[in-house]
């Protein structure tokens, strides 16, 4: 299974007698969300076989971050999705509080699924929106736009920036909640997203155009699906209903009550759907996460991990000496090796973190969610036209940031 | 379990931190994967992860990383082999899962590993005609290359 | 530009030059091209979506050509691979054309600064507008967008002009 064009290898079997043209797409495409490109080899429309190539974005996140402190990586993980910045947050946390053996308190850990799924929510409206776009249909992506601000509102709230968050900490959180903001998520909440949910449900769902631009459009059976290492919506589009949230739950899901909606065929119009759905679970989680959230702190008990209170390290030399240590040294994380993986909007993230004693990472791994779905795009696209290549990349969420890293 | 199978192939396992992990011996590492997918008490199905790692100053001097799942059973395991620095040969598993290739193609980009056996082991993430690999411990962090383009 | 009316109703006259009358049909129409590469892009969209309306200052008509755009918006880290092909697009944009670096990697690079990374786009291109931040805010993009309406209007060199720098 090579994935470089061989024109010569192909050039029998064509409908056209013509020869097989090659054609470039990207990586400045609109399509491409301008990081993408490919080479796609084509018998009239048809798409005979296809290379991807990437690397466009490419940033050096590994060399980065074993430059760094444990605490200074934080920042970095935010731009490896820069749709769900939470979420690559909380999961680089765990890794690092894994190799640590600390327990987070129970309020983090609640605090930790309701800004997860929050992101989830805005993560599956971008994809749903932009996909749409290329499909030429607009006004779903203004129409999701809008609960969007309202969810950077709370965000910009809970850690004063709208997309590069850093909200975690190695052993809790930045800061707790501001006063009310749990208010302010379920008016959000039970308002303005599940109005535009609705809408785009209504504009898309029995729309003929957008059934018959998508239904049977790069369908992937199940087998394939897992042998390519999918994960997340389009894995479960496929129909396999693998969600770490309820089959490795880690954090506090195992708590909550939600469905894992799954696909049959797997093409463009079940991911839709699937999508669709897991928003709707993203927002029942939310509401039982805040009808339960306990008090408490936030961070954990232990100097190790925890910085002094700002209060402490004005008064008192050692609150001051720990707290210098603490930024200058970074926390000590014993050596070993740990792989931590949670649900990620695209499908499972994975951070496998090296760790040989000291204030800083040795090797950290990503495991991104998009790197093998970016890689099945050949088995999706081939047999089908070239219009149906924008509606599959753009159904299948490849964000570059955390695909070039 | 993998060492009752694989007997002398089986450097040593362990489970901190409660990953379950085993060092192999390169040589008969397709094998010992494939037995790890098809084993019905095991059925890794998912290649999730692969990655090399370079401890400078120890000899071996790589480790290649495979991180699998299995989709029923719902474990992990850690699968960890050492490449010697003059030799970073391993045989490539793409025959077991297809979609680890993109995985090998980047740690050859990075690391310079070579999987023997890859259906096209070329570079990933960077350009080519970019020397060296930089995610080695001894690429300095910031050492630049010129641009290779239409306008230089 | 000055306008003399004689009297309401009577057809009056206007007094201008050609470039200042040409300035300020341009003024209100620029057509950007958003080359987004990463996180900024995100920032992109939000300033054309509904809440920040790029439409308000004559800029929402994105060109995804670079043939047919005024402005090129670069949003997002350039990396070495990348770079050639900014400047092949920047190339290809007819004069007069303006350029906006948004963000900290497109204006030096950001807290990458390793092999891959190239550190500012104005190390290949002129850039008239900088827009700070990791990401620029909506409004940071607005407030370029006025300040390329601005210069137009002052008959202010564009960078291109003084491109190389000596």
């Not at chain 2, 362990?14 to 008969?28: C, Q, Y």
């Not at chain 3, 030059?17 to 049909?25: D, F, I, K, P, R």
Request: aromatic letters at 10%; hydrophobic letters at 40%.
């Amino acid at each position: 299974m090579t994935d470089r064009i061989e024109i010569e290898a192909r050039s029998t079997h064509l409908d056209m007698q013509a020869e097989p043209m090659l054609i470039n797409i990207g990586p400045s495409h609109p399509a491409t969300h301008a990081t993408l490109r490919f080479k796609a080899l084509l018998d009239g429309e048809t798409i005979i076989d296809l290379e991807s190539e990437f690397g466009y974005l490419h940033r050096g996140f590994e060399k980065e971050s074993e430059a760094a402190t444990w605490t200074q990586v934080i920042p970095y993980t935010d731009r490896l999705n820069y749709v769900s910045p939470l979420m690559n947050n909380v999961g680089y946390a765990m890794a690092v509080e894994k190799l640590c053996g600390i327990k987070t308190t129970e309020r983090c850990d609640y605090i930790r699924v309701i800004i997860s799924e929050l992101s989830r929510i805005i993560d599956h409206m971008v994809c749903i929106g932009t996909n749409m776009v290329d499909l030429g249909a607009l006004t779903n992506f203004w129409y999701f736009w809008k609960p969007r601000e309202e969810v950077y509102k709370l965000i910009e709230e809970l850690c004063g920036q709208r997309l590069t968050t850093a909200y975690t900490r190695i052993g809790g959180l930045m800061a707790d909640l501001p006063d009310g903001w749990t208010d302010r998520v379920l008016a959000v909440c039970r308002g303005v997203i599940p109005e535009c949910i609705a809408d785009v449900n209504a504009l898309l769902t029995k729309n003929r155009i957008f059934i018959e631009r998508t239904m049977g459009v790069g369908p992937i059976a199940a087998k394939d699906a897992v042998a390519l290492g999918f994960t997340g919506p389009c894995l479960r589009a496929a129909g396999v209903p693998l969600d770490l949230r309820k089959d490795q739950p880690y954090l506090v899901y195992d708590r909550f009550d939600f469905d894992v909606p799954i696909g049959e065929k797997g093409d463009t119009c079940d991911r839709y759907m699937v999508r669709m759905e897991e928003m709707r679970q993203s927002l029942r989680i939310i509401e039982q996460a805040i009808a339960h959230l306990p008090g408490g702190p936030v961070n954990v008990d232990d100097p190790r991990f925890t910085l002094p209170p700002k209060e402490l390290v004005y008064e008192n030399i050692e609150a001051l000496m720990n707290h210098f240590k603490f930024i200058m040294e970074g926390i000590q994380v014993p050596a070993g090796e740990a792989y931590s993986a949670t649900e990620a909007a695209n499908g499972e993230l994975g951070f496998y973190i090296v760790s040989r004693g000291g204030g800083g990472p040795y090797k950290i791994k990503v495991r991104p969610p998009c790197f093998p779905l970016f890689q099945g795009i050949r088995h999706l696209v081939k047999g089908q036209m070239v219009a149906d290549l924008i509606a599959v990349l753009g159904s299948v969420n490849i964000i570059a940031g955390e695909l070039d890293r | 379990m993998l060492s009752a199978k694989f007997g002398s192939d089986v450097v040593s396992t362990h489970s901190d931190f409660g990953d379950d992990t085993a060092l192999v011996r390169r040589e008969r590492i397709v094998e010992i994967l494939s037995y790890l997918r098809d084993d019905p008490a095991l059925l890794f199905d998912f290649a999730m992860d692969l990655t090399g790692v370079d401890y400078l100053g120890e000899e071996p001097r790589f480790e290649v990383v495979y991180h699998l799942y299995s989709l029923e059973k719902r474990h992990r395991v850690r699968i960890k082999v050492r490449l010697h620095e003059d030799d970073p040969v391993i045989d490539s598993a793409v025959p077991v899962w297809p979609g680890i290739n993109w995985y090998e193609r980047e740690a050859y980009d990075m690391y310079g590993i070579v999987f023997r056996g890859h259906p096209n082991l070329a570079r990933i993430l960077l350009y080519e005609g970019f020397q060296g690999h930089p995610l080695r411990k001894d690429y300095p962090k910031a050492k630049r290359q010129p641009t290779i383009g239409p306008e230089e | 530009m000055a306008v003399k009316r004689e009297r309401d109703g009577s057809p009056g006259y206007t007094l201008t030059t050609l470039e200042s009358l040409v300035a300020w049909g341009r003024k209100y129409s620029l057509y950007p091209f958003t080359f987004a590469t990463a996180c900024c892009g995100i920032e992109v969209m939000g300033a054309f979506g509904t809440h920040y309306d790029m439409s308000r200052f004559g800029a929402e008509v994105v060109r995804f050509s670079p043939r047919q755009a005024d402005v090129l918006l670069v949003a997002g880290t350039i990396n070495y691979k990348m770079a050639p092909v900014l400047k092949r697009i920047y190339d290809q944009m007819l004069d007069p054309k303006w350029v906006i670096s948004m963000g900290a990697c497109a204006c030096t690079g950001g807290f990458y600064n390793n092999y891959t990374v190239l550190q500012g786009i104005d190390k290949i291109l002129p850039v008239d507008v900088y827009i700070p931040g990791c990401p620029p805010n909506p409004e940071g993009i607005i407030d370029a967008v006025v300040r390329i309406q601005k210069m137009l209007e002052t008959g202010a060199p564009r960078a291109a002009e003084r491109w190389p720098i000596k």
